[in-house]
């Protein structure tokens, strides 16, 4: 079975300063990975996948996610966060091999709270 | 372009009443997906259609919850006798046969409060 772990419920950063919000993954095949984000109230918007190729992916309002498959791992960053950055953020996971009808294992969630 | 919709975007609803909420994927999406969020949680999957055709159930779907896709367009989730503990945003998105990733666009979700 596929799962996510976000092993962060909340990560606080100042306006300015680089950000990581932590996310692992246990398939067991070739993983595809997406981050979404949620704001109060709203559904979850896409940001960005790793399906294949280059290990850091980039995506919407300039955040990126590195994969590493030795560890398992497809942290979100960015180089400088801003206040509007502050939402929850959701890992996901599907395995194509062996999820049947593409359904995605999503994480908890983690809070990103950006300060001025 | 229109994106995923749902209505009610919040529904209040007394203990044992019946409810239904509604999705409208978008046009060209063929798959179509219902997802249950509660607080402090990620999405849980609850179902899945391709066209008309429901073709994945999770455990979470009780019998007391049922969904259709009729004309293989919009989707309905009902839900009978509710109860507390069915309060929680339900999510729909939707997706295309012709995407390989099958990328998953998600609606604005209803807030389902059961008193």
């Known amino acids: 079975a596929q799962s996510v772990a976000q092993p962060e419920d909340q990560v606080n950063v100042a306006e300015g300063n680089p950000l990581t919000v932590k996310c692992t993954y246990s398939?067991?095949?070739?993983?595809?990975l997406f981050w979404y984000v949620q704001y109060p109230n709203r559904g979850l918007q896409f940001l960005l996948k790793?399906?294949?190729?280059?290990?850091l992916v980039k995506g919407s309002y300039g955040f990126e996610a590195e994969f590493n498959k030795s560890q398992t791992s497809f942290h979100l960053k960015k180089p400088s966060a801003l206040v509007s950055d502050s939402a929850l953020y959701f890992c996901?996971?599907?395995?194509?091999?062996?999820?049947?009808?593409?359904?995605?294992?999503f994480g908890k969630g983690t809070m990103l709270l950006v300060s001025p | 372009d229109t994106g995923v919709s749902q209505n009610p975007r919040h529904k209040i609803t007394k203990r044992g009443q019946n409810v239904t909420f509604r999705c409208d994927p978008i046009?060209?999406?063929?798959?179509l997906y219902w997802y249950r969020q509660t607080l402090g949680q990620g999405p849980e999957f609850l179902t899945y259609?391709?066209?008309?055709?429901?073709?994945?159930k999770s455990r979470l779907l009780s019998d007391r919850f049922s969904a259709e896709r009729p004309k293989g367009s919009f989707s309905t989730l009902e839900i009978q006798r509710t109860e507390q503990g069915d309060s929680a945003m339900y999510l729909c998105?939707?997706?295309?046969?012709?995407?390989?990733?099958?990328?998953?666009?998600f609606g604005p979700g209803t807030r389902l409060t059961v008193t």
């Open positions: 998105a939707s997706s295309r046969d012709s995407d390989p990733i099958y990328e998953q666009y």
């Open positions: 398939v067991s095949g070739n993983p595809y």
């Open positions: 790793y399906i294949t190729g280059d290990n």
């Open positions: 996901a996971v599907r395995d194509p091999m062996n999820s049947g009808y593409s359904t995605l294992t």
């Open positions: 046009s060209e999406h063929n798959r």
């Open positions: 259609f391709q066209n008309e055709a429901q073709l994945e």
